[in-house]
C-alpha cells in the first residue's frame, strides 16, 4: 500500500518566492495533518483538516502561509512570500478517525525547504 | 550567527540491553498518550500509544507506561537491536468532534551501541 506521498521531497528557493508544498494522504484517511519540524521548534501542528475541512489553523504561523484541501486525496500547504526563517522539514500525516480512537498518524517523509 | 537549536537527549545502550525513555507531559486532559519513532531523513513512525485510563500497555517488545500522578509517560524497549536507534518522541492527543488534535514533545535520541 502507498503511503502518505509528499512532493517535492527537497525545494531550494529564494526569499520572496511563493512555495508550494504537496500531499497526498492514505485512501480512505479522513483526517489530514501539516507540521513543521526545525531544530528550534520540534515537531509543530500547523493545520489540521477532517473531511477536507480545516478545523484547526491556529498554528499556521501568519498570513504567509495557507493550506487547501479541494478534495480527500490532495493538500497543498503556501507559503508567499518564502522567508528564510521558513527553512524546516514539513511534513505531511493523516489518520482514519471515524469509528476509532487513536494516536496513530502515518507520516510521508517530508518536504525539505530552504529558503535562502 | 551561530544558531540555537533544541538539545535532544541521548540514550545510549548496549545492543541486547533494555532502553527506558522518558517523557513528562503538561496536559491533564489529555485522551491518549502515544510513543513515535523518527530514523534520520524519514517522517515519525507510530509504536504505540495508551489511553489516558490505562496506566500500562505492552506491545511487541516495546511496554509504555503511564502515570498520570506525577504526569510521566516512559517507553521501554527489551533487547535493544541496532535498528531501534532513531530519535523517539512522546505526544498528547487531545479527540476532538474533527479528528484527534496531537501535540508532540522535543524528542530523545537513542543511540544503539554495538
Known amino acids: 500500500d502507498a503511503g502518505v506521498i509528499q512532493s517535492p521531497r527537497h525545494e531550494v528557493t529564494e526569499m520572496g518566492q511563493e512555495v508550494t508544498l504537496r500531499c497526498k494522504p492514505i485512501?480512505?484517511?479522513?483526517?489530514l495533518f501539516w507540521y513543521r519540524q526545525t531544530m528550534m521548534r520540534g515537531l509543530e501542528l500547523l493545520i489540521y483538516?477532517?473531511?477536507?475541512?480545516?478545523?484547526?489553523d491556529s498554528g499556521m504561523p501568519e498570513d504567509r502561509f495557507s493550506a487547501k484541501m479541494p478534495n480527500a486525496s490532495f493538500s497543498t500547504l503556501k507559503i508567499q512570500p518564502s522567508e528564510p526563517r521558513d527553512s524546516a522539514v514539513y511534513f505531511c500525516?493523516?489518520?482514519?478517525?471515524?469509528?476509532?480512537?487513536?494516536?496513530?498518524?502515518?507520516f510521508g517523509e517530508g518536504s525539505r525547504l530552504t529558503v535562502l | 550567527g551561530e544558531s540555537v537549536g533544541l538539545h535532544l537527549p541521548t540514550l545510549s545502550v548496549q545492543e541486547g540491553d533494555n532502553s527506558i525513555i522518558n517523557c513528562a507531559y503538561s496536559n491533564s486532559a489529555s485522551d491518549y498518550f502515544i510513543w513515535y519513532k523518527q530514523e534520520s531523513g524519514k517522517g515519525p513512525q507510530f509504536i504505540i500509544d495508551?489511553?489516558?485510563?490505562?496506566d500500562k500497555r505492552q506491545g511487541q517488545r516495546v511496554t509504555v507506561l503511564l502515570n498520570k500522578t506525577v504526569k510521566h509517560l516512559s517507553l521501554q524497549i527489551a533487547a535493544t537491536q541496532p535498528g531501534d536507534s532513531a530519535v523517539y518522541f512522546c505526544?498528547?492527543?487531545?479527540?476532538?468532534?474533527?479528528?484527534?488534535?496531537?501535540?508532540f514533545g522535543t524528542g530523545t535520541q537513542l543511540k544503539v551501541e554495538l
Open positions: 485512501s480512505g484517511h479522513n483526517s
Open positions: 505526544a498528547e492527543a487531545r479527540l476532538t468532534g474533527g479528528g484527534n488534535k496531537l501535540t
Open positions: 495508551i489511553r489516558s485510563n490505562m
Open positions: 483538516f477532517n473531511n477536507n475541512v480545516p478545523i484547526d
Open positions: 500525516a493523516s489518520s482514519a478517525t471515524a469509528g476509532r480512537n487513536t494516536g496513530e498518524l502515518f
